[in-house]
């Protein structure tokens, strides 16, 4: 764990996959998050330590939730927010990637937040600029900020970061198509998580244990025994060439619904990064005590405004740069 990807030109530091993290550091952000959600219950008065800074969103896949809250993230801390519109720009007119992020950078922005439906973009972003990168999705591979938002809301359910050890989490639906199920088993795991992944054989990865995590294809065999259920949706605009699995014989086999909800454990919570398919992954109504999907949500700004202030406003006060982190 070598800490934040450091570009070689500039020195700024990005956030492409959650390897680019030491433990130390995600602590940090922990800690972090929980000043910012302190000051949110409290005067919902916040710095402004982002006021001379721009953060621009690149999203080349549809997103609402995930670009709101980047936005709500930055604009609270103070800084300005380009939102460019990748259908009506000229990445549409055939403008190269690269074009379009150098673009950015002449605009004066100093960090972009980028989706796209290419694995490893943000990366490839990171290498080419000398803007701080934050990856908000790469097609499969990795969300990072989700993660880390997840790890944040399940400490302070469990009372601390410390407590996760014994706890054991199952993430069931789409795992083969899921960058959440990717960043997130890593995440845990590295926090002392027991993690097994559920779903249909025809949704799942190859290699679970390269995940650091354990799999079963039977939602009822495991149910009981976990603390944590974590669903995922189907994710039909990654499915090539159709479902191999019906949705009645998923929901059959998949789907929290009352009865399987009965068979939790009496503690156990159920979480989902979102947008929630009720009826599919989701049948039941949930008493609040026993969901974090709404924590989730605002937990994920404060996180995101916690890796704001680490690649950006943290320089700055280090006095290791007027605008991004230098390499250590």
């Not at 790890?151 to 050890?165: M, R």
């Not at 259920?229 to 014989?249: F, K, M, V």
């Not at 059959?252 to 156990?268: E, G, T």
């Amino acid at each position: 764990m070598t800490g934040f990807f450091s570009n070689p030109v500039s020195g700024r530091r990005s956030l492409t996959q959650i390897s680019d993290l030491s433990d130390s550091e995600v602590v940090d952000l922990l800690g972090r998050a929980e000043i910012y959600r302190k000051q949110e219950l409290g005067t919902r008065r916040f710095s402004d330590e982002l006021k001379d800074f721009v953060v621009a969103t690149l999203f080349f896949e549809g997103s609402t939730r995930t670009r709101l809250s980047f936005t709500l993230a930055a604009e609270r801390l103070g800084a300005r927010v380009i939102d460019l519109a990748v259908s009506a720009s000229s990445v549409s007119k055939g403008e190269s990637l690269k074009d379009t992020c150098d673009t950015v950078s002449a605009l004066g922005a100093d960090a972009v937040v980028v989706r796209h439906p290419n694995e490893g973009a943000p990366l490839q972003i990171a290498s080419w600029t000398s803007l701080a990168v934050v990856n908000a999705g790469d097609g499969c591979h990795e969300h990072p900020t989700q993660a880390l938002g997840d790890l944040f809301s399940l400490s302070s359910a469990f009372g601390g970061v410390g407590n996760l050890a014994t706890k054991k989490i199952a993430i069931v639906g789409d795992i083969l198509h899921s960058r959440v199920a990717r960043s997130l088993s890593a995440l845990l795991g590295r926090f002392g998580v027991k993690v097994v992944l559920v779903g249909p054989p025809d949704m799942m990865v190859d290699r679970p244990s390269a995940l650091g995590a354990e799999f079963s294809y039977d939602l009822d065999e495991v149910i009981g025994e976990v603390d944590v259920l974590y669903l995922l949706r189907i994710q039909r605009e990654r499915i090539q060439g159709g479902y191999h699995s019906s949705i009645d014989s998923y929901t059959r086999r998949f789907q929290l619904d009352q009865k399987r909800y009965l068979k939790m454990a009496p503690k156990s919570i159920v979480m989902h990064p979102g947008p929630v398919n009720r009826g599919v992954e989701l049948a039941v109504k949930l008493p609040e005590e026993r969901s974090l999907i709404s924590e989730q949500v605002r937990n994920g700004v404060l996180m995101r405004m916690a890796v704001f202030s680490k690649i950006l406003a943290t320089a700055s006060d280090d006095g290791r740069s007027q605008r991004g982190i230098t390499g250590d």
